[in-house]
C-alpha cells in the first residue's frame, strides 16, 4: 500500500499540509498567459520556480511549455529584483520577440515587495519595450490561494493592462472560460458559432496547449487570443464568467472600469449548468437557441435516460478546484448519484455552503472541506468507502490503496491522455462525463464478477 | 544557429574540432532566458528524498511541496513514507509573522504519527527570506523525538541544483558516523549517486553479489537511515554521477578517511570498467575478486553483444542529439551510442563544469556541439538543422522533439525502465531503436518523401 501511512483515524490538523489538492498560484498565471497570442509568460522570481512550473505544464499537457525567470539570486534577494526584470525584459524581446511579456510574481518578489508595474513602468520609460508590444503583470504570492487564484489574477492582470473603451461597442460577448483544458476552450466557441454569438474568448490556449506537428517547433505557435481582441474587451456587449472562483474577478473589473456587464456563472459542466450557460449567451446576445444545439441537449438527456439506472446511488468522491467540484457535484445529483466526500485545495468559505446548499436534498451527510488535501480524502474513504473517484492523477494512489475505480478530470493529468482533445464542457462535455464514468464502473464490474454472473450485455 | 545564441552565450558554446576549448560555465542563467534550469531546493529534493524510512518535510509554501510530490520514480524495496508529500504550507500570516511554530507544531504531529527514523526538513526561499531558525526547531525535536532532525538548507535562489546537491550532501553528513558498524563485511562499499530509478540500482546491487562485495549503503536510492548512518563502515565509495553525492564521498574522505572512486553504470565500457576499478580496489583483501567480476563481465557481455549488433543494423549512422542535466551521464551515452553505431551531433548539459566540457569534447567526434544551459529555441534549431534522429533529454526537452517530429528518449527522472547495467545497456538500445525507427516519423513533414523499410530488428521479431 503506498500511503500506507494514512491512518483512518482523523485528528485535526493545523500546522501541515499532507498531499495537496491544489499547488501554487504562478502556474494557473502561466496557463492564463499561455493563452495569449504570441505571449511569453514570465516568473518573476528564481528560476527554480519557473522550472517546477513548466515542468508539470509539460507533463500535463504533453506541449512544449515557455517561460521565461528573473532568475532572482541571492542578491535580487536582498536588493530586490528590479534590475534582473529590467534585463529581463530586454533579453526576452531580443532573443524571443513575444507581442506580450506576462509577468507574474513568485513568493519570494512578493515577500521582497517588488513593485512589478513599476518596473515594467520604467523599462517601457527606458526604451526597452519596443512600441507596438506589450509587458502585463499580475500579482500571485502561492501563500494566498491556490493555481487557480493566479489563473484569476493573470485574467484580471489582461483586462486591466489591455481592455480600453472607445466608446464604440463592438457588439461581442467577452467568455472567460476559466481554467480550463484547451479542448473545454474549443468546446465553448464551437457552441457560441453555433448560436452565431461572436465572442472574445480569453485566455484560449486552444491551439497553444493542443497543438498539431508541424515538423516546425514554434515558440509562438498562432493560436491565442490576439491582442487586438483583448484590447476591445472594453468595448464589448457583456462578459460570461465561468466559474466563480477563476473567472469572476475578471469580469467584474470590466463592469466596473468600462460598465460592460458581467454574468458569473458555473463551468458549463453538466447538463443544467449548460443550460444555463447557454440561456445566459442567448440573453446577453440577443439571440435565439438553434435546433442544433438543442439537438445536442436532447442527445445528453437521452443518454442520462438511458443509463441512471448503472449510475444510480453510487458514491463518488470528488478533489478539484472549486468551480470544477462545484459543477461536477451537481451533475452527479442529477444523475442520481452521491458525492459523499469532497475536497478542494483552494481556500475560500463559499465552496462549502455551496456545497452543503447543492446537496442538501441528498439525504445523508457530505464530508466536505476546504481547503483540504488527499490525506484527509483517503481517512474519509476510509471510514466510508465510495464507488468512484473522480479527481487529478493524484487519486490514483487512493484508487490503488483502496481499489476503487478513478475516471481523471482536473488538474494535473499526469499519466494520461485525452483532456486536451476531448471536452467536458457543454453537452457534449456531459456525454463523455457519462462515458467514462460509465466505462469506468462497468469494467470493474466486468473485472469483480464471478464466472457465473458475467454478463455480456449491460 | 547563430542568430539564436545572444552574443553574452556565445561562450556557452563550443564545436569539436573547431576553435580552441575555450567555455564559460557553470554561470548563472541569463535573467529572461528561457532556462531548463532548476533551484537549490530541487537539487537537495531529488538527492535526498528517495531516502524511504525518512521524514521529507517541506518548510515552505504549499507549490515547493505539491511540484515534488514523488516525481522521480525512486523505487524502494520496503517503507514508502517518502512517497507523501508533507508540507508546512506557510501563508501569509506566517510570511509577516515566523514559520517557527507551525514548523514545530508539524515535526511534532509527523513524528509521532509516522516514526520515521530520521527527519529532512527543507528550508525554501521563503522560509529563508522570513529568516525562521530551522537548526533551533531541528535540535529541539530532535532531543524530544530522539530521532536526528535535520535542516536542510535548501533556498531556491542560493543558486542552481549544484548547490542543492551539496546542501543534501551536508545534511546526510550529518547521519554517517553515528551507528554501529560491527558486522559490516571487509570488502563492502557504499553506492553513492544512484537513485534507484526503474530499479537500476538492484541490478548493480546483483553485480557486486555476485563479485562478493557488500553494499552498506545506497545512497540515496532504496535509502535507509540506519544504513546511511553506518556508511562510514564501508571501505569505499563508489560515486556516480557528477554532481550530486560527490561532495559526501569527499567529506566522508575527510572525516573517516574513506577513499572514493567514480563510477558510472550507463554503457558497457563504463559498467565493466567501475566493476574492475571496484575488483582492483579489494583485490589485496580479496584475491579473487578480479577473477569472478571478469567472469560476470564475460557472461554479461556474451548475451548482450549479438543482440545489440541486431539493434546496430537499423541505427548505423543515424544520429543523436544529447541535452541531460549533468555532463558525467553524457559521457557515457557519447560512448554509448559508438556502440549502436550512431553518431552524435550535440552533447549538452543544465550544469556541467569547464572540466567536465572539456573531458567531454575530447570524446566527442569533430563536428559535435557542446553547449551548456541551451535554452529550447538553441535546442530546436540545432536539432532542426542537423536533422538528428533522436534527442536524449528529460520532461521539458520531450514534448520540444516530438514537435518537430524527431525521436526521442528519457533519460531523466521520468524514465520506466532501467538504463543502467548491461541490461540497461540492452533496454536503452531497444529504446533508440524502437523510437529511431518507429513508422510514425515516416508521416513527419521533415521526412516527407523518404521512405523507410521494415526495421531489421522487427523482422528478425526482437
Ligand atoms: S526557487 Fe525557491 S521557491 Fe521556487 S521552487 Fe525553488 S525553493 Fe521553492
Ligand atoms: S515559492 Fe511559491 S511560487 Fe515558487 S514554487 Fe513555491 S509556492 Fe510556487
Known amino acids: 500500500m503506498l500511503l500506507r501511512h494514512t491512518p483512518k483515524e482523523i485528528t485535526g490538523r493545523e500546522a501541515l499540509v499532507i498531499n495537496p489538492a491544489k499547488t501554487c498560484q504562478p502556474i494557473g498565471a502561466m496557463v492564463a498567459a499561455l493563452g495569449i497570442e504570441g505571449c511569453l509568460p514570465h516568473s518573476h522570481g528564481s528560476q527554480g520556480c519557473c522550472a517546477y512550473h513548466r515542468s508539470t505544464l509539460s507533463r500535463h499537457y504533453k506541449e512544449p511549455v515557455m517561460a521565461a525567470t528573473s532568475s532572482f539570486t541571492e542578491g535580487a534577494s536582498v536588493f530586490g529584483g528590479q534590475a534582473n526584470l529590467l534585463a529581463a525584459i530586454q533579453t526576452i524581446f531580443a532573443l524571443y520577440n513575444p507581442e506580450v511579456i506576462a509577468v507574474h510574481t513568485t513568493c519570494l518578489s512578493e515577500t521582497i515587495g517588488d513593485d512589478v508595474p513599476q518596473i515594467a513602468e520604467k523599462a517601457r520609460q527606458e526604451g526597452k519595450v519596443p512600441p507596438g508590444k506589450h509587458v502585463i503583470n499580475a500579482s500571485t504570492p502561492s501563500y494566498v490561494g491556490s493555481h487557480v487564484t493566479g489563473f484569476s489574477n493573470m485574467c484580471l492582470g489582461i483586462v486591466k493592462n489591455l481592455a480600453v473603451k472607445t466608446g464604440k461597442r463592438n457588439g461581442k460577448i467577452n467568455i472567460i472560460p476559466g481554467f480550463t483544458e484547451p479542448s473545454d476552450m474549443e468546446e465553448i466557441k464551437r457552441i457560441c458559432a453555433m448560436m452565431k454569438v461572436p465572442v472574445i474568448l480569453f485566455p484560449d490556449t486552444s491551439g497553444v496547449l493542443n497543438g498539431p506537428l508541424t515538423g516546425k517547433y514554434l515558440m509562438f505557435p498562432k493560436a491565442g487570443t490576439p491582442v487586438e481582441e483583448l484590447k476591445a474587451t472594453g468595448d464589448s456587449r457583456a462578459t460570461l464568467a465561468l466559474g466563480e472562483w477563476a473567472s469572476a474577478d475578471a469580469a467584474k473589473y470590466l463592469d466596473s472600469a468600462f460598465k460592460v456587464p458581467p454574468v458569473i456563472l458555473d463551468l458549463p459542466i453538466g447538463l443544467s449548468a449548460t443550460d444555463r450557460f447557454v440561456d445566459a449567451l442567448r440573453k446577453a446576445a440577443g439571440v435565439t437557441v438553434p435546433a442544433s444545439v438543442e439537438f445536442e441537449r436532447g442527445q445528453l438527456l437521452d443518454v442520462m435516460a438511458d443509463m441512471h439506472p448503472y449510475l444510480y446511488g453510487k458514491k463518488v468522491a470528488i478533489a478539484g478546484d472549486p468551480d470544477q467540484v462545484t459543477a461536477l457535484a451537481e451533475f452527479f445529483l442529477v444523475l442520481g448519484m452521491l458525492p459523499v466526500h469532497i475536497v478542494t485545495g483552494t481556500p475560500g468559505k463559499r465552496f462549502e455552503e455551496r456545497i452543503h446548499k447543492m446537496t442538501g436534498t441528498m439525504g445523508r451527510p457530505v464530508n466536505v472541506k476546504c481547503p483540504g488535501d488527499m490525506f484527509l480524502l483517503h481517512q474519509w474513504i476510509k471510514n466510508e468507502p465510495v464507488d468512484l473517484l473522480v479527481g487529478n492523477t493524484y487519486l490514483k494512489y487512493i484508487a490503488r490503496d483502496e481499489d476503487i475505480p478513478l475516471v481523471r478530470h482536473g488538474f494535473p493529468i499526469l499519466d494520461r491522455i485525452g483532456h486536451s482533445y476531448f471536452p467536458t464542457v457543454g453537452y457534449k462535455g456531459g456525454l463523455r462525463l457519462i462515458e467514462k464514468i460509465l466505462t469506468a464502473l462497468m469494467d470493474r464490474q466486468d473485472r469483480d464478477s464471478t464466472e457465473t454472473g458475467f454478463e455480456l450485455v449491460m | ?462
Open chain 2, 1 to 462: 544557429m547563430n542568430t539564436q545564441v545572444l552574443e553574452e552565450r556565445q561562450d556557452q558554446f563550443h564545436t569539436v574540432g573547431g576553435s580552441a576549448f575555450e567555455m564559460a560555465c557553470n554561470r548563472e542563467s541569463l535573467a529572461g532566458a528561457v532556462s531548463q534550469r532548476a533551484c537549490v531546493f530541487c537539487g537537495s529534493r531529488v538527492v535526498l528524498y528517495p531516502i524511504a524510512d525518512a521524514l521529507h518535510l517541506v518548510h515552505g509554501p504549499l507549490g515547493c511541496a505539491a511540484y515534488t510530490w514523488d516525481i522521480r520514480g525512486a523505487l524502494s524495496s520496503g517503507p514508502e513514507l517518502h512517497r507523501m508529500s508533507f508540507c508546512t504550507d506557510l501563508r501569509e500570516n506566517d510570511v509577516v509573522f515566523g514559520g517557527e511554530k507551525k514548523l514545530a507544531r508539524a515535526l511534532d504531529e509527523l513524528i509521532d504519527r509516522h516514526s520515521p527514523k530520521a527527519a529532512f526538513v527543507y528550508s525554501t526561499c521563503i522560509a529563508g527570506l522570513i529568516g525562521d531558525d530551522m537548526d533551533a526547531v531541528c535540535a529541539r525535536a530532535e532531543s524530544e523525538k530522539g530521532i536526528p532532525v535535520i535542516a536542510v538548507r535548501s533556498e531556491g535562489f542560493k543558486g542552481n541544483k549544484r548547490e542543492g546537491y551539496s546542501a543534501a550532501c551536508r545534511a546526510m553528513m550529518r547521519l554517517v558516523g553515528t551507528g554501529d558498524t560491527s558486522g559490516v563485511p571487509r570488502v563492502a562499499v557504499n553506492l553513492l549517486g544512484d537513485y534507484n530509478l526503474a530499479g537500476e540500482l538492484w541490478i548493480i546491487r546483483e553485480y557486486f553479489r555476485r563479485m562478493g562485495v557488500g553494499v552498506v549503503a545506497n545512497v540515496t536510492g532504496d535509502g535507509r537511515v540506519e544504513d546511511l548512518r553506518r556508511a562510514h563502515g564501508a571501505a569505499l565509495n563508489v560515486v556516480q554521477c557528477s554532481g550530486s553525492t560527490m561532495e559526501l564521498a569527499k567529506m566522508m574522505r575527510e572525516a573517516h578517511g574513506t577513499p572514493f572512486i567514480r563510477a558510472s553504470y550507463l554503457g558497457i565500457e563504463d559498467m565493466a570498467a567501475s566493476l574492475y576499478a571496484v575488483a582492483d580496489f579489494f583485490k589485496n583483501e580479496d584475491p579473487e575478486i578480479v577473477d569472478r567480476t571478469a567472469c560476470l563481465v564475460r557472461e554479461k557481455l556474451t548475451a548482450l553483444m549479438p543482440r545489440l549488433a541486431l539493434y546496430r543494423q537499423d541505427l548505423e549512422g543515424k544520429k543523436a542529439a544529447i541535452y541531460v542535466g549533468g555532463a558525467f551521464k553524457a559521457f557515457s551515452l557519447v560512448k554509448a551510442f559508438r556502440h549502436l553505431g550512431m553518431r552524435v551531433a550535440l552533447a549538452g548539459s543544465q550544469t556541467g563544469t569547464r572540466e567536465d566540457y572539456e573531458e567531454l569534447a575530447a570524446i566527442c567526434d569533430p563536428g559535435c556541439v557542446i553547449v551548456d544551459d541551451a535554452n529550447p529555441l538553441e535546442l530546436s534549431a540545432f536539432l532542426e538543422k542537423e536533422d538528428v534522429d533522436v534527442l536524449v533529454g528529460g520532461v521539458k526537452e520531450r514534448p520540444i522533439a516530438y514537435k518537430l517530429g524527431v525521436g526521442f528518449c528519457d533519460h531523466n527522472h521520468e524514465r520506466k525502465i532501467p538504463l543502467e547495467g548491461f541490461e540497461g545497456m540492452e533496454n536503452f538500445a531497444r529504446e533508440i531503436h524502437a523510437t529511431v525507427t518507429s513508422p510514425v516519423w515516416r508521416f513527419m513533414p521533415r521526412r516527407a518523401g523518404r521512405t523507410g523499410g521494415m526495421p531489421a530488428c522487427l523482422e528478425a521479431g526482437i
